[in-house]
Nanobody, 122 residues
Framework: QVQLVESGGGSVQAGGSLRLSCAAS????????LAWFRQAPGKEREGLAS????????RYANSVKGRFTLSQDNVRNIVYLQMNSLKPEDTAVYYC???????????????WGQGTQVTVSS
């Protein structure tokens, strides 16, 4: 399994920005996907964005298109989620996940980070 460690969460005002980081280790090839999910209290886990590590191809959920951007540092094996124009409804615990496919569904991912809290105040 890939080991994942998230960081970069915190509290911001509406309209602000945060950049989350996911450090990956323990992989044997680049043929896997890294994705960001979030879960707010009382709600199901929501897939936000994914990247195929081998090529850097990305996909985004409609809810974050145009606001969130996924990028990759291949040298350090880190993926970033740049979050702009944050809204109070973005408040959630954000998780990084690794899996064999890049669909934005949690069942496709077998390795998960510990999560990092993002709070957006109005």
């Amino acid at each position: 399994q890939v080991q994942l460690v998230e960081s970069g969460g915190g509290s911001v005002q509406a309209g602000g920005s945060l950049r989350l980081s996911c450090a990956a280790s323990g992989y044997t090839s680049s043929r896997y996907c890294l994705a960001w999910f979030r879960q707010a209290p009382g709600k199901e886990r929501e897939g936000l964005a994914s990247i195929f590590v081998a090529t850097g191809d990305t996909r985004y959920a409609n809810s974050v298109k145009g606001r969130f951007t996924l990028s990759q540092d291949n040298v350090r094996n880190i993926v970033y989620l740049q979050m702009n124009s944050l809204k109070p409804e973005d408040t959630a615990v954000y998780y990084c996940a690794a899996g064999s496919w890049c669909r934005l569904v949690s069942s496709d991912y077998g390795s998960w980070g510990q999560g990092t809290q993002v709070t957006v105040s109005s």
